[in-house]
């Protein structure tokens, strides 16, 4: 298989290493695992984007800008925060993470071309060949109810209404029936649930819409500069959670990147985001429960196919004792399964340049007992 090797610089200001070090570790991967690209973070020092060039000159791999879309630009840029339908803010700091994760509204284009102006103002002078876009979508359980049940600021009303959906409405309903609101129909492995409730099934479809809108407006500003777009999109099996639809949010996009973060106890793990809709709404009724095995992984691998756009899954292998508890048998492991179901390509997430080294070893020995066993086949 080919990889992509994700790689985090900090944020912004934030620095977890010299951009000299962090592009030497990106090489060092790069020699040992057949990588043909990679995502770097934002920050707003160019020298990280030199220096990895650097590194990079001649060797053919691409370089793609990570860029954060409805949280982290407000750091930064003037922005139009997101509210929950009760009329709060949507959104608070992720105690685990220590990350903000405060949300802005996706139904602002104000707030799309200061992502734009973003990248204009501090990456478009460093040699990118594309840019993968991060947290296209509402916030998650991770912000409880609220965060789920958002953005319900005055352009979002509006633009729910134009979809048939009456977000007073949708706040009496849920209101009257808290966590019975969420009962499910049905909850199928790739994540496709039906809520029960006629309103909370069109609140979720139109929330979808309005999050694939988004998509398609950044995604074009990129095209048209003839960059490669990539978006970073919940597993299926938490995706409808934050209004990602695998093919509507897809139509413009060249790759996705599903987070198939099976060890991850932060925002997108699948676990976590899954326990925190049953510590949010635990009497809700028929949720599905997803397990982290193997199976389960094959299930989310085959929804991911529904994107109209190329699939590269990814695979966290960073470790960290608390929040990513993964291990070298946990990544051959899901790289299997990636190859099996049918994938040419990996995304590395979610960032190489602090994974341990036994699990740099652990990729570089799965593709040479590849080749090995189709050279023997
Ligand atoms: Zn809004």
Known sequence: MKYTLQVHTGSWHETLDSPENIARKIGEAASRIPADSVIIGWNTDPAYYREAAAVLRGSGILMLLWLPVFSEANRIAGTDGAEDIFGKPAG????RSGESFVFDCPSSRHNIRAVEGLYEKFFSDCGFDGVFLDRIRTQSFAAGVSGVLSCGCGRCRKAFLERGVDLQAVRERYELKRDAFFDMASWPADGRFEPEDELARRFFEAKEEIIAAAAADICGYFKDRGMTVGLDLFAPAVSRLVGQHYAKITERADFIKPMLYRRT???AGIGYEYALFEKHAPAARGRGKPAPDRAFLDAQ????KAALCDVYPGIEINYDRDTVRTDAGYITES?????????????LCWDVATAPEAHIEAVSRFEKDADQKEGIG
């Open 335 to 347: 790289l299997a399964a990636v190859r099996d179901r049918g994938f040419e390509r990996a995304v």
């Open 92 to 95: 608070m700091p992720d105690e």
């Open 265 to 267: 106890e932060a925002p």
């Open 301 to 304: 691998l085959d929804a991911a």
